[in-house]
T-cell receptor, first 112, second 114 residues
Framework: GESVGLHLPTLSVQEGDNSIINCAYS??????FIWYKQESGKGPQFIID???NMDKRQGQRVTVLLNKTVKHLSLQIAATQPGDSAVYFC???????????WGLGTSLAVNP | NAGVTQTPKFQVLKTGQSMTLQCAQD?????MYWYRQDPGMGLRLIYY???????DKGEVPNGYNVSRLNKREFSLRLESAAPSQTSVYFC?????????????FGPGTRLLVL
């Protein structure tokens, strides 16, 4: 399954499928990008990050892809599990400014 | 390590009442942040403290004050609560390591202003 945009879309996938969550960022000067996962009733939890000098970074079951040409970031989750159900946020940072600019989030629902 | 802790977990206030939200981190991080999260609006930065002794306004500072009490603690004060301040408040901390700066979040304080 795949989602697009910043207006809290909902992505529904079957357990075991791969998920792709997309994010369009705003600032061409942003040099650092992060994905967070937020489960219901909890604070956001760091998943993976990537710097602008890279276009791909892999973690455990997750991959982040960065396309600076079109200012697009995506999070791929392999073999999606029920525990992956959450809202996923992308965030960007420009330079040494400690402020993160947050997207509105995408809700991922995993069907057993 | 407890990470980032916040108190209280829940609070109900009447309009005009004041309260202070407490936040502490045990990761020896230099930077701390206060966010609010409202449905459909993601996370919005209220104030942040890049290091002990400094504080700066974020995106939505009106109606709030902060105090960086020491390196561990960063409090958020509502002097005269308004219904528009009903929200979930998150504290976070971070440190710069290898050019990356991951923010670690507390569990949140759910505030209802009547």
């Amino acid at each position: 399954g795949e989602s697009v945009g910043l207006h809290l879309p909902t992505l529904s996938v079957q357990e075991g499928d791969n998920s792709i969550i997309n994010c369009a960022y705003s600032n061409s000067a942003s040099d650092y990008f992060i994905w967070y996962k937020q489960e219901s009733g909890k604070g956001p939890q760091f998943i993976i990050d990537i710097r602008s000098n890279m276009d791909k970074r892999q973690g455990q079951r997750v991959t982040v892809l960065l396309n600076k040409t079109v200012k697009h970031l995506s999070l791929q989750i392999a073999a999606t599990q029920p525990g992956d159900s959450a809202v996923y946020f992308c965030a960007e940072r420009a330079g040494n400014n400690r402020k993160l600019i947050w997207g509105l989030g995408t809700s991922l629902a995993v069907n057993p | 390590n407890a990470g980032v802790t916040q108190t209280p977990k829940f609070q109900v206030l009447k309009t005009g009442q004041s309260m202070t939200l407490q936040c502490a981190q045990d990761m020896n991080h230099n930077s701390m942040y206060w966010y609010r999260q409202d449905p459909g609006m993601g996370l919005r930065l209220i104030y942040y403290s890049a290091s002990e002794g400094t504080t700066d306004k974020g995106e939505v500072p009106n109606g709030y004050n902060v105090s960086r009490l020491n390196k561990r603690e960063f409090s958020l004060r509502l002097e005269s609560a308004a219904p528009s301040q009903t929200s979930v408040y998150f504290c976070a901390s971070s440190d710069l390591a290898g050019g990356a700066e991951t923010q670690y979040f507390g569990p949140g304080t759910r505030l209802l202003v009547l």
